[in-house]
Each structure stands twice: as C-alpha cells, then as structure tokens.
C-alpha cells in the first residue's frame, strides 16, 4: 500500500444485519433454507386453490419460519448486539499498513498482520475483515473518508489475495515455491 488509509466511524443495526445476512445466506445451508422459504410462500396458495389443506399450512408454516421468522430474529438479534454492546456505541479506527491492521476500539489497540486474517470479503456496502471462518470485523464503506480510500484499499486486497480464504492462499503459496 503506497500511504496508510485511516477509517473512523460506528456501526448500527443494518452493518450487524448485513454481516448476519451474508454470513448465514451466502453459505449452502443458508442458501437452501431461504429458497425453500420462498418456494413455500409461492406454492403454499396453489396448494391452497387445489383443495390440500394439509400441504398448504404446512408450506405457510415453512414459508413464516424461513422467510418471516428468521429475518426477524436476525434484526432482534442485531438490534439488541448493537444497544447492548459498548463496542456498538463507540467509534472504531481501522489504519490499514502495508503490513498490519491497526483497529482502535474503546478498550484498546490491536494490531493484526495481514497473514493472520482468515479472508476480506468487500460487499456492495461493505468490507467483512475474517479473522477466523465466523468472527470478522464489520466496516461500512460509507466511514471511508474518499472513494479514492477505498479503491486502494480494495486493489491492496486483491493484490495480496486477501479476499481469498487463509488456508487457500497458503496452498497457493506451497505450491508456487514447488514449482
């Protein structure tokens, strides 16, 4: 990275959201249960204009459970993470370095070396920081200060293959020293 980029800012209810939503949808699991969700909420009507009784309650049941029920319980969930969490209520500073990640919380100072993190995933609002397969930092791109930030941010994330798995990127490295 050719200068640091420094980032401040809190996050609120729809950062968790988005990070719950991604984390558990992008996933096969997640995948599934929210197409069958929407499937249900499709078909549970035609079941009913058919005369099956049973099928169709059963689909309503499934489609509440799927498609009412767990987004719910994602926003309850984020909702009381964010009022509860002293981490939530103050603002957070990311220094990203050509070698580390300087994140600033309200308890103190990390420093985490680019080696050490899981992967990066960059969303349409956001940069998910794993550092571990379900632990990551959440930092919303409305906090950069420039598009130019985060445009250099994002080039410094492929350039390093960030945004690849750890494990992975070890096994790429392996490999090319083989070779």
């Known amino acids: 990275m050719v200068r640091e980029v420094i980032v401040t800012g809190k996050l609120d209810v729809s950062d968790v959201m988005t990070f719950m939503f991604h984390h558990n949808y992008s996933r096969i699991g997640g995948a599934v249960t929210g197409v069958l969700g929407g499937i249900s909420i499709i078909a549970a009507p035609i079941m009913f204009l058919t005369g099956d009784m049973v099928s169709a309650i059963i689909l309503v049941l499934v489609g509440l459970m799927y498609g009412i029920i767990t987004p719910l319980g994602f926003y309850t969930k984020a909702?009381?993470?964010?009022?509860?969490?002293?981490?939530?209520?103050?603002?957070?500073?990311?220094?990203?370095?050509?070698?580390?990640?300087?994140?600033?919380?309200?308890?103190?100072?990390?420093?985490?070396?680019?080696?050490?993190?899981?992967?990066?995933?960059?969303?349409?609002?956001?940069?998910?920081?794993?550092?571990?397969?379900?632990?990551?930092?959440?930092?919303?791109?409305?906090?950069?200060?420039?598009?130019?930030?985060?445009?250099?941010?994002?080039?410094?994330?492929?350039?390093?293959?960030?945004?690849?798995?750890?494990?992975?990127?070890?096994e790429v490295e392996i490999h090319d020293k083989d070779i």
Not at 126 to 147: S, T, W
Request: net charge positive; no cysteine; charged share 25%.
């Open 79 to 170: 909702k009381r993470q964010v009022r509860m969490n002293p981490v939530f209520k103050n603002d957070m500073t990311f220094r990203f370095g050509s070698d580390d990640l300087q994140v600033n919380l309200y308890t103190g100072q990390t420093n985490i070396l680019w080696q050490e993190v899981y992967q990066i995933k960059v969303l349409k609002k956001h940069l998910l920081i794993y550092l571990k397969e379900a632990n990551a930092l959440i930092l919303p791109l409305r906090n950069f200060v420039a598009d130019e930030d985060i445009e250099l941010v994002k080039d410094f994330i492929v350039r390093n293959q960030l945004d690849i798995p750890h494990t992975r990127r070890l």
